[in-house]
T-cell receptor, first 116, second 116 residues
Framework: AQTVTQSQPEMSVQEAETVTLSCTYDTSENNYYLFWYKQPPSRQMILVIR??????QNATENRFSVNFQKAAKSFSLKISDSQLGDTAMYFCAFGLFVQGAQKLVFGQGTRLTINP | GAVVSQHPSRVICKSGTSVKIECRSL??????MFWYRQFPKQSLMLMAT?????????EQGVEKDKFLINHASLTLSTLTVTSAHPEDSSFYIC????????????FGQGTRLTVV
């Protein structure tokens, strides 16, 4: 079974600072996807960034980038120039195709607060 | 992007009654939908995978007779919580898979169920 661990329950930084959220996972699979989702107070899950395991290059999306270390099974999220709107719960998720459908396993989440 | 609509967003029901939650894909056909449960300040836990035209696949520990899932069309899956009890109070979220974009799950807005 796959497990995802986020060791930082809460983090807080000042606006414009850079923050890194950590995530580790455990799997015996070789082909999978990794995701970071954001859940603001509205509770709507929003995809922040995704990484295909077969790609060595780290994914980037504007201010968001990941550090994917496949051998170490680590998948951290870096948010640069943090903004007040980045305040939310962030979930790391592992995606694996099972019978044609991609099942997601989520970490426990990190509550990120951006202070003005 | 693909839109998934979940209804109702909030529902309060009495103990012993049943409540139905709908999950609709508005602009794509979803052969597979997923139902998650999220307790306060916790992560999303997959309850079941719903496949159009066939029986849902439940995760270990989820009572299939309590949480009835129906996926009768390519755009609608329903979750019925039967004989609800206060411990069923939770936030329920659905997600849908859009086959051309398999690597991304699209989430509904969630339903907050309170059983009194």
């Amino acid at each position: 079974a796959q497990t995802v661990t986020q060791s930082q329950p809460e983090m807080s930084v000042q606006e414009a600072e850079t923050v890194t959220l950590s995530c580790t996972y455990d799997t015996s699979e070789n082909n999978y996807y990794l995701f970071w989702y954001k859940q603001p107070p509205s509770r709507q899950m929003i995809l922040v960034i995704r990484q295909e395991a077969y790609k060595q290059q780290n994914a980037t999306e504007n201010r968001f980038s990941v550090n994917f270390q496949k051998a170490a099974k680590s998948f951290s999220l870096k948010i640069s120039d943090s903004q007040l709107g980045d305040t939310a719960m962030y979930f790391c998720a592992f995606g694996l195709f099972v019978q044609g459908a991609q099942k997601l396993v989520f970490g426990q989440g990190t509550r990120l607060t951006i202070n003005p | 992007g693909a839109v998934v609509s979940q209804h109702p967003s909030r529902v309060i029901c009495k103990s012993g009654t049943s409540v139905k939650i709908e999950c609709r894909s508005l602009d794509f056909q979803a052969t597979t939908m997923f139902w998650y449960r999220q307790f306060p300040k916790q992560s999303l836990m997959l309850m079941a995978t719903s496949n159009e035209g066939s029986k849902a696949t439940y995760e270990q520990g989820v009572e299939k007779d309590k949480f009835l899932i129906n996926h009768a069309s390519l755009t609608l899956s329903t979750l019925t919580v039967t004989s609800a009890h206060p411990e069923d109070s939770s936030f329920y979220i659905c997600s849908a898979r859009d086959p051309p974009r398999d690597t991304e799950a699209f989430f509904g807005q969630g339903t907050r169920l309170t059983v009194v």
